[in-house]
């Protein structure tokens, strides 16, 4: 065999081929896809820089198929590494934040801060005190539509999360990005609350982790309810009112219990924006919110189409604010003196307080229009009334003109000089001393040391009783007395009826120098119209918990008597008298036995009257807080008038009643007419300022006797 023939006979080994088959044959069989990629010897250098052949019936399609694999395949891996990392990253993170919070079997939800309601003596509410603007209430005390109006605005899933909600927050990302119905946050109200009860207001991503750890939290403690109820009683609703109860008192004047559809759908919408919302400050914007959270309720179920539709015909309307004005420096008042009688509040309590609203708003109603009419004119811009009842218990307390503009509580914290107001307690030491109101003193320029007090007019009488020199005030007569008894011998006298501010030992204390308080003035007062008994001025008669435990009740208590029953019959003549026929004579109330005395002090700084009835004791102070002079008001003149005018209607119905001890019958008789009384010899009123009055000298044959009896 030659050599040609050898060659042809040998063939070249084929990688796979089959024996007795050659190469091209066995590539022609085997389709570029099933070549072995790995695990034999790679083809010849030649024939590798060929270009694989295709079949052209697939037209390489199954590579691409596995390529396609290849990617998804990659995405998948790398989807999934990236997602377990993610995971890692954000349990990092929020085991971080978590570790920020206290210990999760140490944490506790945060005592609510106490509310005090002050309640007026009829239980209605006169304000409420403390840091949340009203008191806790239980869900099972509001209606059934109250908290399924936050619900359905809110939280609408709020029975069916587990404090997070994953849907609600994909919601509100999808609105969002549409801008269907402004900006929602997705936080639901187990968010919310953890946010009011333990983080800061702040909008930062640790905030929210921490937040949504909270939230699992209180899931996991409490019931759906229990948060809910707690949701109601710390959320804020603008104006100072944290909680339900004190939101529905500060918009509607009315608890949380009484509250329409229509009001609970205006308070739910109120806590997305409370400042923004609220419906005493922007009534039109509050009422669209409203309506949103009416018809997120029947769309929900959780109210009937009718009762949706009637809640949108009446929508609900703030009411004007009770308790804005006066009852406010009363509620002052009672926060004043309350730890003196129950220590710190620890819990929500209730104050039934002496306050009557009518006499307290019928006070406040007559001090504002007179200042009103005639303040400007007569230089006067503030006023102060404390209205008490005999024993104390104090009725209307009204302590400024204004409290929106000022809460300085005249009533109880300005001490001013009473003026001639003081001039009872000279008398009241001077008949303690045996003089009576018959006893006559000589009215006339008097000096002491110096010291040279003059009359209001710069007239004088000459001989006069003390009862006709207190009716009119006489500076001289006062004067006089203060000098017999001594100034420390009336600060005593003053003092046992209740004056407590320091008084000053000098003899221009009879004209009412030295400076009280309106409310202490109108104690002393009332020691003479309940019969000579001293009386400590209250506000307060009972303080309960929450639980209905009474903590603080008060007690019937007497200080005893501090007048002398004949003393006392003396001066409620003689007081009576100045209602009579003296200063207070414009003031007088028809068929009641009245007693009372005006002041005004010196370059008119202050004007007072004081007065009472066997029902009520009353005083009124006007001036200005700069202390600047008023443009001549005295007290016979308009503090008399506002008196006049509250005390005549707080009396209005009520049947007339004698002041206790009496009034003195020792009036003078004349030796010259067998005993019969003398037929009075004074002017009628012609004048109410604190000043000397025409006065006509007494007949001659008694004048002839007082001259012989005082030495001429």
Same mark, same amino acid.
């Given at each position: 065999?030659?050599?040609?023939?050898? $060659?042809?006979?040998?063939?070249?080994?084929?990688?796979?081929?089959?024996?007795?088959?050659?190469?091209?044959?066995?590539?022609?069989?085997?389709?570029?896809?099933?070549?072995?990629?790995?695990?034999?010897?790679?083809?010849?250098?030649?024939?590798?820089?060929?270009?694989?052949?295709?079949?052209? $019936?697939?037209?390489?399609?199954?590579?691409?198929?596995?390529?396609?694999?290849?990617?998804?395949?990659?995405?998948?891996?790398?989807?999934? %590494?990236?997602?377990?990392?993610?995971? +890692?990253?954000?349990?990092?993170?929020?085991?971080?934040?978590?570790?920020?919070?206290?210990?999760?079997?140490?944490?506790?939800?945060?005592?609510?801060?106490?509310?005090?309601?002050?309640?007026?003596?009829?239980?209605?509410?006169?304000?409420?005190?403390?840091?949340?603007?009203?008191?806790?209430?239980?869900?099972?005390?509001?209606?059934?539509?109250?908290?399924?109006?936050?619900?359905?605005?809110?939280?609408?899933?709020?029975?069916?999360?587990?404090?997070?909600?994953?849907?609600?927050?994909?919601?509100?990302?999808?609105?969002?990005?549409?801008?269907?119905?402004?900006?929602?946050?997705?936080?639901?109200?187990?968010?919310?609350?953890?946010?009011?009860?333990?983080?800061?207001?702040?909008?930062?991503?640790?905030?929210?982790?921490?937040?949504?750890?909270?939230?699992?939290?209180?899931?996991?403690?409490?019931?759906?309810?229990?948060?809910?109820?707690?949701?109601?009683?710390?959320?804020?609703?603008?104006?100072?009112?944290?909680?339900?109860?004190?939101?529905?008192?500060?918009?509607?004047?009315?608890?949380?219990?009484?509250?329409?559809?229509?009001?609970?759908?205006?308070?739910?919408?109120?806590?997305?924006?409370?400042?923004?919302?609220?419906?005493?400050?922007?009534?039109?914007?509050?009422?669209? $919110?409203?309506?949103?959270?009416?018809?997120?309720?029947? *769309?929900?179920?959780? +109210?009937?189409?009718?009762?949706?539709?009637?809640?949108?015909?009446?929508?609900?309307?703030?009411?004007?604010?009770?308790?804005?004005?006066? %009852?406010?420096?009363?509620?002052?008042?009672?926060?004043?003196?309350?730890?003196?009688?129950?220590?710190?509040?620890?819990? *929500?309590?209730?104050?039934?307080?002496?306050?009557?609203?009518?006499?307290?708003?019928?006070?406040?109603?007559?001090?504002?229009?007179?200042?009103?009419?005639?303040?400007?004119?007569?230089?006067?811009?503030?006023?102060?009334?404390?209205?008490?009842?005999?024993?104390?218990?104090?009725?209307?307390?009204?302590?400024?003109?204004?409290?929106?503009?000022?809460?300085?509580?005249?009533?109880?914290?300005?001490?001013?000089?009473?003026?001639?107001?003081?001039?009872?307690?000279?008398?009241?030491?001077?008949?303690?001393?045996?003089?009576?109101?018959?006893?006559?003193?000589?009215?006339?320029?008097?000096?002491?040391?110096?010291?040279?007090?003059?009359?209001?007019?710069?007239?004088?009488?000459?001989?006069?009783?003390?009862?006709?020199?207190?009716?009119?005030?006489?500076?001289? +007569?006062?004067?006089?007395?203060?000098?017999?008894?001594?100034?420390?011998? %009336?600060?005593?006298?003053?003092?046992?009826?209740?004056?407590?501010?320091?008084?000053?030992?000098?003899?221009?204390?009879?004209?009412?120098?030295?400076?009280?308080?309106?409310?202490?003035?109108?104690?002393?007062?009332?020691?003479?119209?309940?019969?000579?008994?001293?009386?400590?001025?209250?506000?307060?008669?009972?303080?309960?918990?929450?639980?209905?435990?009474?903590?603080?009740?008060?007690?019937?208590?007497?200080?005893?008597? %501090?007048?002398?029953?004949?003393?006392?019959?003396?001066?409620?003549?003689?007081?009576?008298?100045?209602?009579?026929?003296?200063?207070?004579?414009?003031?007088?109330?028809?068929?009641?036995?009245?007693?009372?005395?005006?002041?005004?002090?010196? *370059?008119?700084?202050?004007?007072?009257?004081?007065?009472?009835?066997?029902?009520?004791?009353?005083?009124?102070?006007?001036?200005?807080?700069?202390?600047?002079?008023?443009?001549?008001?005295?007290?016979?003149?308009?503090?008399?008038?506002?008196?006049?005018?509250?005390?005549?209607?707080?009396?209005?119905?009520?049947?007339?009643?004698?002041?206790?001890?009496?009034?003195?019958?020792?009036?003078?008789?004349?030796?010259? *007419?067998?005993?019969?009384?003398?037929?009075?010899?004074?002017?009628?009123?012609?004048?109410?300022?604190?000043?000397?009055?025409?006065?006509?000298?007494?007949?001659?044959?008694?004048?002839?006797?007082?001259? $012989?009896?005082?030495?001429?």
């Amino acid at each position: 065999m030659n050599d040609r023939t050898k $060659r042809a006979e040998r063939r070249e080994p084929s990688f796979g081929a089959g024996r007795g088959e050659s190469r091209d044959d066995f590539d022609m069989r085997l389709s570029d896809d099933d070549r072995p990629s790995r695990g034999h010897r790679a083809p010849p250098r030649n024939e590798a820089r060929q270009p694989p052949r295709r079949d052209k $019936r697939s037209g390489g399609g199954r590579r691409r198929g596995r390529r396609g694999r290849s990617f998804l395949g990659g995405l998948f891996y790398w989807t999934l %590494v990236l997602g377990l990392w993610c995971a +890692i990253g954000l349990g990092g993170l929020v085991a971080y934040h978590a570790a920020q919070l206290p210990p999760i079997n140490q944490l506790t939800v945060p005592k609510r801060p106490p509310n005090i309601a002050i309640l007026a003596a009829d239980g209605s509410l006169l304000a409420n005190r403390g840091e949340t603007g009203g008191r806790t209430i239980t869900i099972g005390e509001v209606p059934p539509y109250l908290p399924k109006a936050f619900v359905a605005i809110e939280d609408r899933r709020f029975y069916d999360h587990f404090g997070i909600d994953p849907i609600g927050l994909g919601r509100a990302l999808v609105n969002n990005l549409r801008r269907a119905g402004g900006v929602q946050g997705g936080s639901t109200l187990t968010q919310q609350l953890a946010k009011n009860l333990f983080l800061t207001q702040e909008r930062t991503a640790a905030r929210k982790i921490q937040e949504a750890i909270l939230a699992l939290w209180l899931e996991r403690t409490y019931s759906k309810d229990q948060i809910l109820e707690l949701y109601l009683n710390r959320v804020y609703f603008g104006s100072g009112a944290y909680g339900v109860e004190a939101a529905a008192q500060r918009y509607f004047n009315k608890s949380a219990r009484s509250v329409t559809i229509a009001e609970a759908a205006m308070l739910a919408g109120l806590v997305q924006a409370p400042s923004r919302l609220a419906p005493n400050r922007n009534p039109e914007a509050a009422e669209k $919110r409203a309506q949103l959270v009416i018809a997120a309720m029947a *769309d929900q179920g959780l +109210i009937s189409q009718n009762a949706a539709k009637t809640a949108l015909v009446a929508p609900a309307e703030a009411a004007e604010r009770i308790g804005a004005g006066s %009852v406010n420096y009363a509620a002052d008042y009672v926060m004043d003196v309350l730890d003196d009688f129950i220590g710190a509040v620890e819990g *929500d309590v209730t104050v039934l307080t002496t306050i009557d609203t009518k006499l307290q708003s019928s006070a406040e109603t007559i001090l504002v229009e007179a200042l009103a009419a005639q303040g400007a004119k007569q230089g006067v811009s503030q006023g102060a009334v404390v209205s008490m009842a005999s024993d104390g218990g104090i009725r209307a307390l009204i302590g400024g003109r204004d409290y929106t503009k000022s809460q300085f509580n005249r009533a109880t914290a300005a001490k001013r000089q009473p003026g001639s107001a003081f001039k009872p307690f000279v008398y009241l030491a001077a008949l303690e001393k045996g003089l009576t109101p018959d006893t006559i003193r000589d009215d006339s320029p008097v000096s002491f040391k110096g010291w040279e007090p003059e009359n209001y007019s710069r007239s004088y009488r000459g001989p006069v009783t003390l009862q006709t020199a207190l009716a009119h005030s006489l500076n001289t +007569i006062a004067a006089r007395l203060i000098n017999e008894v001594t100034p420390r011998e %009336v600060i005593r006298t003053a003092q046992r009826l209740g004056i407590n501010s320091a008084l000053q030992p000098n003899l221009s204390l009879a004209l009412g120098t030295s400076e009280v308080t309106p409310v202490e003035l109108t104690a002393a007062y009332a020691t003479f119209a309940n019969g000579g008994q001293s009386v400590l001025p209250y506000v307060i008669r009972e303080v309960k918990s929450s639980a209905g435990k009474v903590i603080y009740a008060r007690a019937a208590t007497s200080f005893g008597p %501090v007048i002398q029953p004949q003393t006392l019959s003396m001066m409620n003549a003689m007081l009576h008298q100045v209602m009579v026929s003296g200063t207070g004579a414009k003031a007088n109330i028809p068929g009641w036995e009245v007693g009372g005395k005006s002041g005004t002090t010196q *370059d008119f700084r202050d004007a007072w009257f004081v007065g009472y009835t066997a029902r009520l004791v009353t005083s009124v102070w006007l001036g200005n807080d700069d202390n600047s002079a008023m443009k001549r008001v005295a007290g016979s003149g308009l503090p008399a008038e506002i008196w006049g005018k509250y005390m005549k209607a707080a009396h209005s119905g009520l049947q007339p009643a004698p002041l206790p001890g009496g009034l003195w019958q020792g009036t003078p008789r004349s030796i010259f *007419d067998g005993g019969a009384p003398v037929a009075s010899t004074r002017a009628p009123n012609t004048q109410t300022a604190d000043s000397d009055r025409a006065w006509v000298p007494p007949a001659p044959q008694e004048k002839n006797f007082l001259e $012989r009896l005082f030495g001429g």
